[in-house]
């Protein structure tokens, strides 16, 4: 019954969330309840992704009424759902408690997987040094866990803490990490995340006054996505624009800042949180 996080896709809660429904009566009927209440709770993360909050606590508030004391993996999903519901809509502070219960209760129940998700998620609620301090805890146990589950989490955590690094305007250290992150990505074939990871180095040499290596490896990108190699990335054409603004090439700037915009513009998160960035884009594209 567990076999149903096969069916995650993470850049299409909605479509996810629709497949995860068509098997919930299945489920249940299959009289497994943990399977049940962790196939609730990760229901409940779709609604998140989509920014159905109130949905989502309504799920969970039902999954939490079916927890017991006995209660193991299914109450860990619990506490990370609840947590990143709270995280998604800027209500951190509610989510800290609930991420350090499920570290606590995985490290507890030995689902390294788990103690490692609950570990990064400290860090992306806690800044500088705290993040740091939490990621390397992540990477620690996902290092030394024998369980496939957690050592899958590691390009994640070089990703993770190479943007602490990064926060930090660290960036020879953002850039170490980063390259470790594009290396593992390299060994394990995981072709989205390499381009991340690619993405992520080039940004930083950018950061560093190496603008000319910066636009080659993006360049680079954009060739995979002109290719069908890649999907159509905002992030690539805004970092181009960045590029051609400090090299004063105001037209190829202004022509990647206007595809960046069609594109970034259409993201819900941004639209909600980085609206200065989107006006910048827009402005700089001229798509007034």
């Known amino acids: 019954m567990n076999n149903f996080d096969k069916l995650w896709d993470?850049?299409?809660?909605?479509?996810?969330?629709?497949?995860?429904?068509?098997?919930?009566?299945?489920?249940k009927s299959s009289n497994d309840n943990s399977a049940y209440l962790q196939l609730q709770t990760q229901i409940a993360r779709t609604l998140g992704?989509?920014?159905?909050?109130?949905?989502?606590?309504?799920?969970?508030?039902?999954?939490?009424?079916?927890?017991?004391?006995?209660?193991?993996?299914?109450?860990?999903?619990?506490l990370l759902e609840?947590?990143?519901?709270?995280?998604?809509?800027?209500?951190?502070?509610?989510?800290?408690?609930?991420?350090l219960k499920a570290y606590e209760l995985s490290k507890q129940i030995r689902e390294d997987g788990y103690?490692?998700?609950?570990?990064?998620?400290?860090?992306?609620?806690?800044?500088?040094?705290?993040?740091?301090?939490?990621?390397?805890t992540a990477l620690k146990d996902a290092e030394e866990s024998d369980d496939q589950?957690?050592?899958?989490?590691?390009?994640?955590?070089?990703?993770?803490?190479?943007?602490?690094?990064?926060?930090?305007?660290?960036?020879?250290?953002?850039l170490n990490i980063f390259e470790k992150c594009r290396q593992w990505?390299?060994?394990?074939?995981?072709?989205?995340?390499?381009?991340?990871?690619?993405?992520?180095?080039?940004?930083?040499?950018r950061m560093l006054g190496k603008t000319d290596e910066?636009?080659?490896?993006?360049?680079?990108?954009?060739?995979?996505?002109?290719?069908?190699?890649?999907e159509n990335d905002g992030y690539v054409f805004e970092e181009l624009m960045e590029c051609c603004l400090i090299?004063?090439?105001?037209?190829?700037?202004k022509e990647y800042a206007g595809k960046a915009y069609d594109i970034l513009s259409q993201d819900i998160w941004l639209q909600k949180n980085e609206e200065d960035r989107l006006v910048r884009l827009k402005k700089t594209g001229n798509r007034e």
């Open 10 to 27: 993470y850049n299409d809660p909605a479509g996810t969330e629709i497949k995860f429904r068509e098997i919930l009566d299945e489920v």
């Open 49 to 78: 992704l989509q920014m159905k909050f109130d949905e989502a606590h309504s799920l969970l508030d039902e999954v939490k009424d079916n927890l017991t004391e006995d209660s193991g993996i299914e109450k860990v999903r619990y």
């Open 82 to 99: 609840r947590g990143r519901v709270f995280n998604s809509s800027n209500q951190k502070e509610k989510s800290r408690d609930l991420f």
């Open 115 to 136: 103690a490692v998700d609950a570990a990064h998620m400290m860090a992306i609620i806690e800044s500088h040094g705290e993040a740091l301090k939490w990621n390397e």
């Open 149 to 174: 589950r957690a050592k899958g989490w590691l390009g994640s955590l070089y990703n993770n803490i190479g943007w602490t690094y990064f926060d930090m305007k660290d960036y020879e250290k953002a």
């Open 185 to 205: 990505h390299e060994e394990n074939k995981k072709g989205y995340g390499l381009a991340i990871a690619k993405w992520s180095v080039a940004k930083t040499l």
């Open 214 to 230: 910066a636009m080659e490896m993006q360049l680079l990108l954009l060739n995979d996505i002109n290719e069908g190699k890649a």
């Open 247 to 253: 090299k004063n090439e105001k037209e190829k700037a």
